[in-house]
């Protein structure tokens, strides 16, 4: 009897040890699935991320070439303007140099008419001399 009722003990213990080990088991599924379904979000963000991230350097990059290639055609026009500017300036320059060249020339003419200016005066001056001496003489003649 006395071993009956010990065997009907233990029974019931290894019926409630049974019980919480299968409440375990299942706190424990749970909690397994509860995290698997979190895994599975966390893994569909991170691909969504990542998706959105190799956009956003597709994106840059295109804008990067697209700016790359913006900056390479004003770099051209300007280099053009350039060329241009240093036209005008060399031509300029050499108009300079030529009206430089035609100032010395008339400075130059100038000073020779002024020298034949006075040349001319001053052999007037001796003709006139000259006349008065011819016409004193004609009239003592």
Request: charge should be neutral.
């Amino acid at each position: 009897l006395h071993q009956a009722k010990s065997s009907e003990e233990k029974a019931k213990k290894a019926m409630v040890d049974a019980a919480r080990l299968a409440d375990e088991l299942r706190a424990e599924q749970d909690h397994v699935n509860t995290q698997a379904t979190a895994k599975r979000a966390l893994e569909t963000q991170m691909n969504e991320l990542e998706q959105r991230l190799a956009e956003a350097n597709e994106n840059a990059m295109r804008g990067g070439r697209a700016a790359m290639a913006k900056m390479e055609s004003r770099i051209r026009e300007m280099e053009i303007e350039l060329g241009n500017l240093q036209g005008h300036t060399s031509d300029s320059q050499k108009a300079h140099q030529k009206a430089e060249r035609k100032i010395k020339e008339l400075s130059f003419q100038n000073d020779e008419d002024r020298k034949n200016q006075d040349r001319m005066s001053e052999m007037a001056s001796k003709l006139q001399s000259k006349i008065k001496t011819y016409k004193k003489q004609i009239e003592e003649a």
